[in-house]
């Protein structure tokens, strides 16, 4: 594959990212706008499989079988890692507990005044392969649960949102046989869109919105079978992640000059580089094995969590989960997601939270 055109591409892209669509959603923004200084109360959140807690279906994603959630709670319960996961984190930052997945709020109504989740594994901004509800469908429910007062203005006001885009919709890119002249094209209307979506979801009345940037999609396991698990593949997948992200950086950039806050409603969380931090300088956070996956299938055709006809496993499981930065050949351990939260917290990238 030629990356030079490419490339080109992409740099063009950067110079000439139009702001258009942010320009006009932001009127909107700033007629929604109240200055609430309440304590961070609840913690409402969108996305994919690094902040579903719960919501996928059982028979959809081996989230919800043996061997997930053996470290946390104990037993599979729909976290796509050993135990706990970025939203869990974030939670804990804020002093709150989890919230309630949004599949479950009728099952668990105690958990509502905590906030709730709407993030569902698989999904993307746009629809996947995953049949899911995307970011936008995601945030109507959202939109719903306020209109069925399940929640006052009030708590709307002290609440942060955490969006979480892990890529795929890059996927779903590839597997339908996206092209690379047409990527930089793509790349600009996913980070349009995810700019639309973070005003809306501002635009209901919460106090901040944080969205992630992208991962180092090439170091993930999946990426890293050609070479057993050794090294990150630098070349597109390291690539895609690190012109996405300046995109992103733009646009938020952008948008918060826009909005003429005192304080910066919209925050980028920077995964990129907490986790190429972790995975740079495992030691420091007690990681033996920072590329290779925990749990994987016994062959290719078998992943973490599988089991043959007669019910018999087709997985494996290392000895020392908290060892491991990666659970499966794409999330993160508990231990993984406590390292990068570590690091985050070195960074002040949460500090932002609380201005």
Request: aromatic fraction near 10%.
């Given at each position: 594959?030629?990356?030079?055109?490419?490339l080109l591409?992409?740099?063009?892209?950067?110079?000439h990212?139009?702001g258009?669509?942010?320009?006009?959603?932001?009127v909107n923004?700033q007629?929604?706008h109240?200055?609430?200084?309440?304590?961070?109360?609840?913690?409402?959140?969108?996305?994919?499989?690094?902040a579903d807690?719960g919501?996928?279906?059982?028979?959809?994603?081996?989230s919800?079988?043996h061997?997930?959630?053996i470290t946390?709670?104990?037993k599979?319960?729909?976290?796509?890692?050993?135990?706990?996961?970025l939203t869990?984190?974030?939670?804990?930052?804020?002093?709150v507990?989890s919230?309630?997945?949004?599949?479950?709020?009728?099952?668990?109504?105690?958990h509502?005044?905590?906030?709730?989740?709407f993030?569902?594994?698989?999904?993307?901004?746009f629809d996947?392969?995953?049949?899911g509800?995307?970011?936008?469908?995601?945030?109507?429910f959202?939109?719903?649960?306020?209109k069925?007062?399940?929640?006052t203005?009030?708590?709307?006001?002290?609440?942060?949102?955490?969006?979480?885009?892990?890529?795929?919709?890059?996927t779903?890119y590839?597997v339908?046989n996206?092209?690379v002249?047409?990527?930089?094209s793509?790349i600009?209307?996913?980070i349009n869109?995810?700019i639309?979506?973070?005003i809306?979801?501002?635009g209901?009345?919460v106090?901040?919105v944080?969205?992630?940037n992208?991962?180092?999609?090439?170091?993930?396991?999946?990426m890293?079978?050609?070479?057993?698990?050794k090294?990150?593949?630098?070349?597109?997948?390291?690539?895609?992640?690190f012109?996405?992200n300046?995109l992103?950086?733009?646009?938020?950039t952008k948008?918060?000059?826009?909005?003429?806050?005192?304080?910066?409603p919209?925050?980028?969380?920077?995964?990129y580089?907490?986790?190429?931090?972790?995975?740079n300088?495992?030691?420091?956070?007690?990681?033996?094995?920072?590329?290779?996956?925990?749990?994987?299938?016994?062959?290719?055709?078998y992943f973490?969590?599988?089991v043959d006809e007669?019910?018999v496993?087709?997985?494996?499981?290392?000895?020392?989960?908290?060892?491991?930065?990666?659970w499966?050949?794409?999330?993160?351990?508990?231990?993984?997601?406590h390292?990068?939260?570590?690091?985050?917290?070195?960074?002040?990238?949460?500090?932002?939270?609380?201005?």
């Amino acid at each position: 594959m030629d990356f030079f055109p490419f490339l080109l591409s992409l740099i063009f892209l950067i110079l000439h990212l139009s702001g258009r669509r942010v320009v006009e959603a932001e009127v909107n923004l700033q007629k929604h706008h109240h200055d609430h200084k309440g304590i961070i109360s609840k913690l409402f959140v969108f996305g994919d499989s690094y902040a579903d807690t719960g919501n996928i279906k059982r028979g959809l994603a081996n989230s919800w079988k043996h061997p997930y959630g053996i470290t946390f709670p104990g037993k599979p319960a729909g976290r796509f890692s050993d135990g706990r996961v970025l939203t869990d984190y974030i939670a804990k930052y804020l002093k709150v507990k989890s919230p309630v997945p949004y599949s479950l709020r009728k099952l668990m109504p105690q958990h509502l005044k905590y906030g709730m989740n709407f993030a569902f594994g698989g999904t993307g901004v746009f629809d996947t392969l995953n049949p899911g509800p995307n970011m936008t469908t995601q945030i109507n429910f959202f939109q719903q649960v306020i209109k069925d007062k399940v929640y006052t203005a009030s708590d709307i006001n002290n609440s942060v949102a955490l969006v979480s885009v892990a890529g795929n919709d890059y996927t779903r890119y590839t597997v339908t046989n996206g092209s690379v002249e047409g990527l930089p094209s793509f790349i600009e209307s996913l980070i349009n869109q995810t700019i639309t979506n973070i005003i809306r979801i501002k635009g209901l009345g919460v106090k901040k919105v944080i969205v992630n940037n992208l991962q180092p999609i090439g170091c993930l396991p999946s990426m890293t079978t050609s070479t057993s698990f050794k090294q990150c593949n630098e070349t597109s997948n390291n690539l895609l992640a690190f012109y996405h992200n300046i995109l992103l950086t733009q646009a938020v950039t952008k948008l918060n000059q826009q909005t003429k806050h005192h304080s910066k409603p919209f925050l980028i969380l920077n995964l990129y580089d907490s986790f190429m931090s972790v995975l740079n300088h495992p030691s420091t956070h007690n990681i033996r094995d920072e590329l290779r996956p925990c749990c994987v299938g016994v062959s290719s055709k078998y992943f973490c969590g599988s089991v043959d006809e007669n019910n018999v496993k087709k997985y494996l499981v290392c000895e020392k989960p908290k060892s491991a930065f990666f659970w499966d050949l794409v999330h993160p351990t508990e231990a993984g997601w406590h390292a990068v939260y570590n690091k985050l917290r070195i960074m002040n990238a949460l500090q932002q939270i609380h201005d």
